[in-house]
């Protein structure tokens, strides 16, 4: 059987537009997560600790080994207006 040789570029075509729209978005997503890959099915839990980690680093992804905590940890609060 013949092989359509005008059938292997548009075939070209599409293999490398797919293949450049998956890695932009693999790229733009792990930009946005800063390096890392994406996080997916969380729990409260999760979303609990990614909420004190936006508040001791100021990124979503961001992690500290520092025991203290900032000084502006103790008044910067979760909930808008609360200062206990």
Do not use: H, Y
Not at 61 to 70: C, D, F, L, S, V
């Amino acid at each position: 059987m013949p092989v359509p040789w005008e059938a292997l570029i548009p075939f070209g075509l599409l293999t490398a537009m797919f293949g450049t729209a998956g890695t932009l978005l693999n790229l733009s997503t792990r930009a946005q997560n800063e390096g890392k890959p994406p996080r997916f099915n969380l729990d409260k839990w999760e979303e609990n600790m990614m909420q004190r980690d936006t508040r001791l680093t100021g990124t979503k992804r961001g992690q500290t080994a520092n025991p203290i905590a900032p000084s502006a940890f103790s008044t910067n609060s979760v909930w808008e207006g609360f200062r206990g």
